[in-house]
């Protein structure tokens, strides 16, 4: 049986700044895009040079989109980070295990890449993807 694709939308995450969703739902997969730290509310990059910061208000923002597609983070199975310096890997593991641990129920956290790259703005310490996979 073929699974219909969904885009999901919230106005509690940013719109997107391009030509993809915030996330796409088909059957038990549900893929949050790339996010970074912005405010939903004004859609402006938030947290300059707090990489900590950055990182919770990042990941509040898949929270939504999680939320959004009937999700949450007991069902996120994978969370990429990209990050513009290994300088701040302290600072974003820190804020991330303190976001994430309180999250999840049962112990088991997500399988987790960390890769350090460009980000596509230069205020942009931090981006995050996450997939998720729902029992229904």
């Known amino acids: 049986m073929s699974h219909p694709k969904t ?26 895009s790339g996010q970074g730290p912005v405010d939903p509310d004004s859609n402006a990059y938030v947290f300059p040079g707090d ?9 509040r923002n898949i929270e939504a989109i999680l939320a959004a597609g009937g999700a949450s ?7 990429r980070v990209y990050l513009t310096t290994r300088d701040d890997f302290a600072a974003m593991n820190e804020a991330y295990g303190e976001f994430v641990s309180a999250r999840v ?18 205020e942009m310490l931090v981006e995050i993807d996450a997939m998720a996979v729902l029992d229904s």
Do not use: C, N, W, Y
């Not at 990489?51 to 990941?59: D, F, G, S």
């Open 51 to 59: 990489v900590r910061a950055q990182t919770t208000r990042t990941l």
């Open 105 to 122: 129920a049962g112990g088991v956290l997500p399988a987790r890449t960390t890769v350090f790259t460009g980000l596509p703005r230069e």
């Open 7 to 32: 885009a999901l939308r919230t106005d509690a995450a940013p719109a997107p700044a391009h030509t993809f969703s915030q996330g796409v739902r088909k059957g038990p997969i549900l893929q949050v």
């Open 73 to 79: 983070f007991d069902d996120v199975v994978m969370l």
